[in-house]
């Protein structure tokens, strides 16, 4: 059943209130639980980030909300913190990040499926190829540190295969801006979209910042740098697609309508009830916040928040896998190129395009995604397993001599 947003109107914001024992609480199983329970402690992270930087920003420039922004923004911090904890202590950060890029394919390939306007829909495509690139060399990267299979994190949901080379991925910082929706007629959908994708993606930016520089192997600290550096691409290039037009309120209403969706995705996908349990809860108090904000559009924007949000939810977003559609999407689209805010064949783009000038200033010491990855193609069971195959191959070999 469908949730009507200006009907349920969820937890009062004075009425949300936690305990450091509530906010620190059991994790879950990193190889037990589902990979996509994984995915969807990451994606809420990234997306309680993203409100509580927003609010920040929108605090510094107008003094009327602030005492509003900062009611709504330590509800929503103790809810980053519950939900960033649950994260595993014996989850290695490589394994971690292995998640992350596991969210960003799915997650997005879902989006680019259900996204109503073309040229949005085009962009994650865009960007999903990148990202899958990105999996496969941590992947790399983790059986280089790790002897592991990265199978053990992503269980087979997802391909782990090259996509569009990371190091071809560099851009010039005009090559990844984009054209952003229309805010008086883009679909309610088409921003929530906005919204979400670009909050995953500041997350993992962050995120590969933060713990880069903790790795000692050279290799693992440059492509956390090379792939970090992408990742700023790709929050420019989300970012650039929300209407700059919308008022502070018009942003903040949509933003709590974003979180309530996705707690509302995760709450239908979960299959670990305690963690189940954590998504309910925080659908309704993002309801709380959405409604909060609701009276503020209306009181200060002097608009009806008809206008802008939807009054159901979307089907929410799938986190399942979408390896048919990412393949598909892989052999149509891998040689795509940006020039300016339009997707041209790299065949269009000039010798002396900016882009390639970029490119090749970046790389000209070598390029890291490539040194992580050389000689590297996925098997199940990684060394351990090649090694039996070598041997097994070596005794057969004995037998029939």
Known sequence: MALDLFKEKGTPVERQSFTWKDMVRRPYSKLDDDAFTRTRVILMNGIEADALRMKHIFARRSLALRPHLALVRRAEQHQQTLVNWLTPPDQKVIETTLGF??????????VAIHEPDPYLAQTYRFGMLEDFDHLYRYSALYDRLEGQDPN?????????????????????????LRRPYDAKTAAPLSKLHALTITAAEFQTHDYYMTV?????????????????????QH???????IDPDESMLEQWMLHE?????????????????????????FVDYELGHL??????FKNLDRRDPAEVLPRELPEPI???????????VLSQEVDMRSDGTEYVDKSQLPADHRSHLYQAQMNSEGSPSETAAAGYKWRPGTELAAKAERMGSMLEGRRLQ
């Not at 929050?235 to 697609?241: E, I, P, R, W």
């Not at 299959?271 to 809860?281: G, L, T």
């Not at 799938?318 to 598909?328: I, Q, S």
């Open 101 to 110: 890029e596991q969210l960003a394919i799915e997650v997005t390939a879902s």
């Open 152 to 176: 053990n994190i992503t269980q087979s949901y997802t391909d782990i295969i090259p996509g569009r080379p990371t190091v071809v991925e560099h851009r010039h910082p005009l090559d990844d």
């Open 212 to 232: 880069g520089p903790t790795f000692t192997d050279p290799v693992a600290r440059q492509l956390y740098a090379e792939i970090a550096s992408i990742e700023e």
């Open 235 to 241: 929050v420019t290039q989300y970012g650039s697609l």
């Open 257 to 281: 309508a974003m979180e309530v969706y996705n707690y509302y995705s995760c709450l239908a996908y979960e299959s670990n009830p305690r963690i189940k349990e954590v998504w309910q809860r």
């Open 291 to 296: 409604h909060y904000v609701m009276e503020l």
């Open 318 to 328: 799938a986190f399942k896998e979408h390896r048919e559609f990412v393949r598909k």
